[in-house]
């Protein structure tokens, strides 16, 4: 790794750590002893070459939600100990009430106090829950793992496709295919957005279990997702796409007792030296196109 990245990633790390102590209101050795654990983990496991495996970016992202559910337990617990307080007040001034000499205007300045301790308590909560929701949604824009479908999202497959493409020649074949499920909208329309969700993750782990550890998949977007083949040949390629629609199509997702019968449309390419990232995609996008108009669940395949 070349000095000016190593720095780049100590002083990235260093960052990091500060802001997890300075976001704790305990921060304990234990703690810090556990980030500078995964941080030279982090490092250990970098390949110069290739991309972070998909379980090691798996593992960083987890462990990052694990820090997040963690804290939200603990502000859970301060706002419930504050909840019980509240009522213990509230339940001695009921106590009050019940003896034979009863001051209102002491009660009722009671119920206001308790009655304000909680607004305040409630609004407080929700900065906390609006905090730890703009931590996940700056995590997610960080990682290189969708966090539907736990496969690489488009930020992984750009970086994957620049550092490829900018090497103006590989010394073996690679293949890309866009794949995009054929009338998702219409499953959305009839079954809901949760059954939606559930496709995408019943396809990624189809997809997860078909490839080879040297194969990539990547959600792109929506319903889209995107493979890498890597050393193979066009007729090897032909029969992984077709295996792939095969298993979709006759695999079927239960959902609320109802059965969702799922098809998928592929378009095909090989990288070319003279590729960028865009081109490769514009010309697999291109055969996905042919696949959606010449009737769906079909791959065609589209060269320079």
């Known amino acids: 790794m070349q000095k000016e990245k190593l720095i780049s990633l100590v002083t990235q790390m260093y960052e990091e750590l500060l802001d997890s102590i300075n976001t704790q209101k305990h921060p304990t050795k234990a703690q810090v002893v556990s980030f500078m654990q995964d941080a030279t983990d982090t490092i250990a496991s970098i390949n110069d070459n290739e991309m972070d495996s998909i379980e090691h970016a798996k593992s960083a992202f987890s462990n990052a939600y694990k820090d997040i559910a963690s804290q939200s337990l603990s502000e859970y617990g301060i706002t419930n100990e504050r909840f019980e307080e509240l009522a213990q007040m509230h339940?001695?001034?009921?106590?009050?009430?019940?003896?034979?000499?009863?001051?209102?205007?002491?009660?009722?300045?009671?119920?206001?106090?308790?009655?304000?301790?909680?607004?305040?308590?409630?609004?407080?909560?929700?900065?906390?829950?609006?905090q730890l929701n703009s931590?996940?949604?700056?995590?997610?824009k960080s990682s290189n793992i969708d966090s539907l479908t736990k496969i690489f999202n488009r930020r992984a497959l750009s970086s994957y496709l620049r550092n490829i493409c900018s090497k103006k020649g590989i010394p073996y074949e690679l293949h890309l295919l866009i794949l995009d499920i054929d009338d998702f909208k219409h499953i959305n329309d009839t079954f809901g957005h949760i059954a939606g969700d559930k496709v995408l993750i019943f396809i990624a782990n189809i997809l997860k279990k078909t490839l080879r550890d040297g194969d990539k998949v990547f959600r792109y977007g929506g319903e889209e997702f995107v493979i890498i083949l890597n050393r193979v040949d066009p007729?090897?390629?032909?029969?992984?796409?077709?295996?792939?629609?095969?298993?979709?199509?006759?695999?079927?997702?239960?959902?609320?007792?109802e059965s969702l019968n799922v098809t998928m449309s592929i378009g095909t390419t090989k990288l070319y030296p003279h590729d960028t990232p865009d081109t490769l995609i514009a010309r697999a996008d291109k055969a996905l196109y042919k696949s959606k108009q010449n009737g769906k669940n079909q791959m065609n395949t589209e060269m320079a």
């Open 91 to 130: 339940q001695e001034t009921i106590e009050e009430c019940s003896l034979e000499e009863i001051d209102l205007g002491s009660i009722q300045n009671k119920f206001n106090d308790i009655q304000s301790h909680m607004s305040q308590e409630v609004q407080r909560a929700n900065q906390v829950i609006n």
């Open 135 to 140: 931590k996940i949604k700056d995590l997610e």
């Open 235 to 257: 007729n090897t390629c032909i029969n992984i796409t077709k295996r792939i629609l095969s298993l979709i199509s006759s695999n079927q997702l239960i959902y609320k007792g």
